[in-house]
């Protein structure tokens, strides 16, 4: 059986899993969010008092943890441990354990291989870091999804207001640039725009033009 996989790789807030998200129910394609899977990992070392810092500490957690995937009325749900943690892991302190989480090999092989095996047999559009370059490096298409970090920033302040939550811009800006700087400097797969990657920076666009162009790309792609 053929299968057809897109990946879309880029740094936090860049619209990766709503833009996902669209062009998954457009094509009928399974969306995985591989994310959250290391959320979910932050998550755990959080609830047991474990720093995501420590590499043996956390190396020794993940030996005993369990992450799936599993689809619930459509929506992506992540199990931690047989637990669905979804409403616990998009806090400020679960991004900031995620990403601390997600430098340590024991950590990154592990979910690798989850991930790899969910899609062997599916077509699916995965979002995360280092998914054209080492989870589905023979993907059909690529994508490098971005926007300047303060466009970014923007966003998540209007995102959080919208929620009636508080949001303070600067301090949300500063917070993206540690990370993204976090998550491009690591030395097990940084994140990074592979060549073969198509570069889309949508600092000017909206959802709605980022996914066309995006679909009318991978569009052509298939017809081939
Ligand atoms: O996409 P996100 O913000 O939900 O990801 C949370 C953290 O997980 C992010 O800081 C980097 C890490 N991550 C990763 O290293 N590799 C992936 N494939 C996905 C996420």
């Given at each position: 059986?053929?299968?057809?996989h897109?990946a879309?790789?880029g740094?936090?807030?860049?619209?990766?899993?709503?833009?996902?998200k669209?062009?998954?129910?457009?094509?009928?394609f399974?969306?995985?969010?591989t994310?959250?899977?290391?959320r979910?990992?932050g998550?755990?070392?959080?609830r047991?008092?474990?720093d995501p810092?420590?590499?043996?500490?956390v190396?020794?957690?993940?030996?005993t943890?369990?992450?799936?995937?599993?689809l619930?009325?459509g929506?992506?749900?992540v199990?931690?441990?047989?637990?669905n943690?979804?409403?616990?892991?998009?806090t400020q302190?679960?991004?900031?354990?995620a990403?601390?989480?997600?430098?340590?090999?024991?950590?990154?092989t592990?979910?690798?291989?989850?991930?790899?095996?969910?899609?062997?047999?599916?077509?699916?559009?995965?979002?995360g870091?280092?998914?054209g370059?080492?989870?589905?490096?023979?993907?059909?298409?690529?994508?490098?999804?971005?926007?300047?970090?303060?466009v970014?920033?923007?966003?998540?302040?209007?995102?959080l207001?919208?929620?009636g939550?508080?949001?303070?811009?600067?301090?949300?800006?500063?917070?993206?640039i540690?990370?993204?700087?976090?998550?491009?400097s690591?030395?097990?797969?940084p994140?990074i725009?592979?060549?073969?990657a198509?570069?889309?920076?949508?600092?000017?666009?909206?959802?709605?033009?980022t996914c066309?162009?995006m679909?009318?790309i991978?569009r052509e792609r298939?017809?081939?």
């Open positions: 059986m053929s299968v057809f897109i879309i790789d740094p936090s807030g860049a619209g990766k899993s709503s833009t996902a669209k062009l998954a129910k457009e094509l009928g399974t969306y995985m969010d994310g959250a899977m290391y979910a990992v998550l755990k070392a959080l047991l008092g474990i810092m420590d590499e043996e500490a190396s020794a957690m993940i030996g943890t369990s992450v799936d995937l599993a619930e009325a929506e992506q749900q199990l931690l441990d047989g637990e943690v979804n409403p616990f892991i998009r302190e679960v991004s900031a354990a990403s601390a989480v997600s430098k340590w090999a024991a950590v990154r592990m979910l690798v291989e989850a991930q790899r095996s969910i899609c062997a047999t599916s077509d699916v559009i995965m979002d870091r280092d998914i370059s080492v989870v589905l490096p023979d993907a059909q298409v690529k994508f490098f999804l971005t926007a300047s970090p303060e970014r920033a923007h966003r998540r302040t209007l995102e207001q919208a929620r939550e508080e949001a303070d811009e600067e301090k949300i800006l500063r917070e993206i540690a990370r993204d700087e976090q998550d491009s690591r030395a097990v797969s994140l725009r592979v060549p073969d198509v570069l889309v920076d949508n600092s000017d666009m909206n959802e709605e033009e066309q162009w679909l009318n991978v298939m017809a081939k």
